[in-house]
């Protein structure tokens, strides 16, 4: 499981937010994108929420693997 929550590269749909949510928690980004969008059927600020985590989570490129 990656301990950092990153957009990325690979595996993008929209932005990558799924598939970085699935990264980090060890899960499949397919798992991850039914979630969001059985969702989208409650009320909720569910879009808000996904728009939030596209600006505030970096993409990938940003964070290069520590070689330690």
């Not at 690979?10 to 969001?36: E, T």
Request: aromatic share 8%; glycine share 8%.
């Amino acid at each position: 499981m990656s301990r950092k929550l990153v957009r990325p590269r690979q595996g993008r749909m929209i932005a990558g937010v799924c598939a970085g949510l699935a990264q980090r928690f060890g899960r499949s980004a397919g798992f991850i994108r039914l979630l969001f969008l059985l969702s989208l059927l409650l009320p909720g600020t569910q879009v808000i929420v996904y728009l939030v985590l596209w600006v505030l989570m970096p993409n990938e490129d940003r964070h290069p693997a520590s070689r330690y």
